[in-house]
């Protein structure tokens, strides 16, 4: 499966983005989906993450209550909402995919997204 992550971009403390991880090659049910981020001059970190029938989700503590996981099966895509944006949620965020493995680390997943870069400022 190809993944290709989008909808990054410049927003305000406070504000709403929206991701989107679109994948081809393989129907993404067969999948379960995470989302990762990357500070500059840190480690790849865990966000969020979903079963491949979307029925559990798991997130970091730093993003519980903040950011949603979701994802479309009849459209091949998941999404990461995003609302009350902080500058600390500056990063590249990656999505990944695996077919057995579910959890928070990064070396569960074979597959991955190039990334979508999301700058918080004001």
């Known amino acids: 499966v190809q993944l290709q992550a989008s909808g990054g971009g410049l927003v305000q403390p406070g504000g709403s983005l929206r991701l989107s991880c679109a994948a081809s090659?393989?129907?993404?049910?067969?999948?379960?989906m995470a989302w990762f981020r990357q500070a500059p001059g840190k480690e790849r970190e865990f966000v969020a993450v979903?079963?491949?029938?979307?029925?559990?989700?798991d997130y970091a503590d730093s993003v519980k209550g903040r950011f949603a996981i979701s994802r479309d099966n009849a459209k091949n895509t998941m999404y990461l909402q995003m609302n009350s944006l902080k500058p600390e949620d500056t990063a590249v965020y990656y999505c990944a995919a695996d077919p057995v493995r579910y959890g928070v680390v990064v070396g569960l997943y074979d597959y991955w997204g190039q990334g979508t870069l999301v700058t918080v400022s004001s």
């Open positions: 090659g393989r129907t993404i049910s067969e999948y379960n």
């Open positions: 979903i079963s491949w029938s979307g029925g559990r989700t």
